[in-house]
């Protein structure tokens, strides 16, 4: 989308919510700092032009995260009936919040509000930049367009969104403009290094006995180009952490030395297998995520497969080993 | 210093440098990416405008910031006879430049450009700055003061500066200021994301192992607020792996949730160990550092200890519970 077209629908979507006096904010399912942090960051935005606003979501909000959630959110969908406008955040699919489906279609209108290469508009008024390194710069844009004073709140959940999703800033998504608006927030007074260290800086031992466990069954082929491992659901049973605990180990197995394309598989159940993918320079992962009915970004994709681990390996083997 | 005085010492220190016809550039020992980033830019800068100029050094480069020097760095103290200007970079003490010393002294001018905050002025020219976020925040406001447009080759060395002493922008020593920087360097056309992944997602699978060697001995203590780890000679061996590859684990220990302090010992000779600390959120570990005579930040800090492993450890266990 280019810069013109998304000021015009950053314009639109604003006089919509404008106009309406209650908002629901629909960020996916596994919340990550950018989905919650835009959700929070437009919801307190909301609120301070005196709407009826919350973040409805389906499932825990991850810990390391979990301190962006300054009343915002809730698990009662019934908490406004018939809603003016339906915000999904971070997410343009309606299987990303499957038990929220409904309630965002009730909405008497329905915004979307993402950064996601692979989202098409399927809504009312979409506000989508696959350009942005994280929807938090569009939440940004929107409540900069919503005449809305930033505060540290606001300005700390948007920050949080955008170190997430640039992973520190370094992603090749990061832009001039990324920079620009993390400047613009430090005005406003946030503790930036404070976020950091919640998102970080806190990680639990456990973590770091499952990700060393994980490390263990690493596998290195396609000519040292290639990274994988695997989480069973014994290695969480010894090490006493939780699944989303497995965060970030893949970026570790995408750092290695020569690696191009790195995969971490997570059982979940027996049949049921997580695969998350990162690449680094060149190629894009995001084809084969489709393929089996993922989604992502070119650089950093997931999806299911309904197979038993060893299988979901040999799978994962071929379709890596085709990448190159 | 007020930002009035660092733009007042930069300037006569652009004048300083602006008459000089060879200006040697001296990083300190054991370089990270921001003393020879810095060093690299204000070099390439130098010849910009005509000068000789060069970055003398007297160990080797760690291998993931080698692509820095694009042919600034030399090893032969006798490159240029009496050197109208010698610029102490990132450090301020001769000893942190130890074989160097002579050189550095028979410049005719001295100058000091540095961001640590136990740098005293020590020369005739000093500009130290210990709110900078890194050195090369200072040498950006130097190349500006010669009046050097920046290029990509100037803004790489700069953000790889930048990068590596705010631990990617994540450390509370990044400011506004830093941000708008890293805003300007994206106009000359530096490759962000790719400096990125040579100083961070560039990992040795021998590095990989000396981590998991070293978070084996891990202790945890003064009730959960430290946590220590050291590494071995025996370590380096049974790996493979090079002494420099041990960093970044002082961090991961530092990241522990619940711990304020980490500290890595490394092994060097058998009587002979090098520190490493590192705070979190209000522990000023520059005192203990300073106290061994060593130096650094208030959450970074290192000095050497002449005593065999096991002592260091004691020593250190008492050191550290003292620090709460």
């Not at 032009?49 to 969908?77: M, N, Q, S, W």
């Not at 030395?257 to 060149?282: I, M, Q, W």
């Amino acid at each position: 989308m280019m810069e013109s077209m998304r000021d015009k629908a950053v314009a639109e979507a604003a006089k919509v919510l404008e106009q309406a006096r209650s908002v629901l904010l629909f960020p996916h399912v596994t919340m990550d700092g950018d989905a919650l942090g835009s959700a929070a960051a437009l919801c307190a935005a909301l609120r301070k032009l005196g709407k009826t606003a919350h973040v409805v979501i389906e499932d825990e909000i991850p810990e390391t995260i979990a301190f962006l959630d300054r009343g915002y959110c809730t698990g009662d969908l019934g908490i406004v009936e018939s809603p003016d406008v339906c915000v999904c955040v971070d997410c343009g699919e309606a299987h990303r919040f499957p038990r929220r489906k409904a309630l965002f279609e009730s909405g008497a209108t329905r915004v979307c509000v993402d950064h996601h290469e692979s989202t098409k508009p399927f809504v009312e008024h979409n506000c989508i930049d696959a350009k942005a390194s994280a929807t938090a710069e569009i939440a940004y844009d929107l409540i900069l367009a919503l005449g809305v004073e930033m505060d540290r709140e606001i300005g700390e959940a948007i920050y949080a969104g955008i170190l997430t999703d640039t992973g520190r800033f370094q992603y090749s998504n990061t832009s001039k403009t990324t920079h620009l608006i993390a400047a613009a927030l430090y005005d406003c007074g946030i503790d930036a290094a404070g976020i950091a260290i919640r998102l970080y800086q806190n990680v639990s031992r456990e973590k770091l006995l499952l990700g060393s466990r994980i490390m263990g069954s690493m596998e290195i082929f396609a000519e040292g180009r290639a990274a994988m491992a695997c989480m069973t659901r014994d290695m969480l049973k010894d090490t006493g952490a939780r699944p989303e605990e497995a965060d970030g180990v893949v970026e570790e197995l995408r750092n290695i030395r020569g690696v191009e394309v790195a995969c971490l598989l997570k059982e979940r159940d027996p049949g049921l297998v997580k695969v998350s993918l990162r690449s680094k320079r060149y190629v894009d992962v995001l084809p084969l995520s489709e393929r089996h009915g993922g989604g992502g970004h070119a650089r950093a994709a997931g999806y299911s497969l309904r197979m038993p681990l060893d299988e979901a390996k040999e799978t994962l083997r071929q379709d890596m080993g085709a990448l190159f």
